[in-house]
């Protein structure tokens, strides 16, 4: 049997993707964001069942941090990962970019409060503002199914430095079936919930289904590790828990 990367045609299941949600993508995310901003952390640990901080903190320890190293977040949303890799190790310096103004600035509240500096930049992720080989690590949670991933993964590639790490942590689609189908329902009946409690306005609710289709028509764990080979990059691996339904992954720039 061949390799995934072989198997997949990654051009394909992206033009797919993009032609089934990039209306969405272009027109229905950022009022969602603006919406949910207020109330984005307080949503996860409820849809995580309070499971939402080990989930970060599990994260977190892929994450390889040394002091004077310069890292980059992208779709850094409300900052949580930002502020987490400044208290796992001070001695570097957080670039963040995201798109959403309003969870930006929720970022920069919630980074200010602990005393901590995070430089804030809005724009869009798949055409980065940064010179080449700018940066030791990139991280990128929880965003990747709202993006052209082959342009976002190789525009990390190209940012980061020769030898640095990019690490990856998204909900994915699990690789069994059984277990995807129990997912969906239950990712259905969070989602309406918790707009129900939080008062959502329309353009958020209006995204409860995308947010299902967007995992039904994404990659597995195995899947997104050969995207990432497939663009060049080295040493990867990942990790899954709850069956497949989350993944962190890690991969190295190839050094000069």
Avoid at 208 to 216: D, L, Q, S
Wanted: charged share 25%; net charge positive; hydrophobic share 40%.
């Amino acid at each position: 049997m061949g390799s995934a990367s072989q198997a997949i045609d990654f051009s394909a299941r992206e033009e797919i993707r993009e032609r089934k949600f990039n209306h969405i993508w272009e027109q229905q995310l950022e009022p969602a964001f603006a919406d949910i901003a207020k109330y984005y952390d307080w949503a996860n640990h409820v849809a995580s069942l309070g499971l939402w901080n080990w989930f970060r903190s599990q994260f977190m320890a892929t994450i390889d941090l040394k002091s004077g190293y310069k890292a980059l977040d992208v779709c850094a949303g409300t900052n949580a990962i930002g502020i987490a890799m400044l208290k796992k190790q001070p001695g570097i310096t957080v670039t963040a970019i995201d798109r959403s103004e309003a969870m930006q600035e929720a970022g920069r509240k919630s980074a200010q409060k602990k005393g901590l500096t995070i430089e804030s930049n809005i724009g869009d992720v798949h055409k980065l503002p940064f010179p080449d080989n700018s940066f030791d690590v990139v991280t990128l949670q929880f965003a990747s199914r709202h993006l052209r991933l082959l342009e976002v993964f190789g525009e990390i590639n190209r940012v980061l430095k020769p030898g640095g790490y990019f690490y990856h942590c998204d909900m994915l689609r699990p690789a069994n079936k059984t277990v995807e189908s129990l997912y969906y329902i239950y990712l259905k009946a969070c989602l309406a919930g918790t707009a129900f409690i939080a008062g959502s306005n329309p353009e958020s609710k209006s995204c409860k289904k995308y947010f299902i289709h967007a995992i039904r028509d994404f990659y597995s764990a195995e899947e997104l590790e050969e995207m990432l080979k497939h663009l060049g990059y080295v040493n990867t691996g990942h990790k899954t828990v709850f069956m497949g339904m989350l993944a962190f992954h890690k991969a190295a720039k190839k050094p000069e």
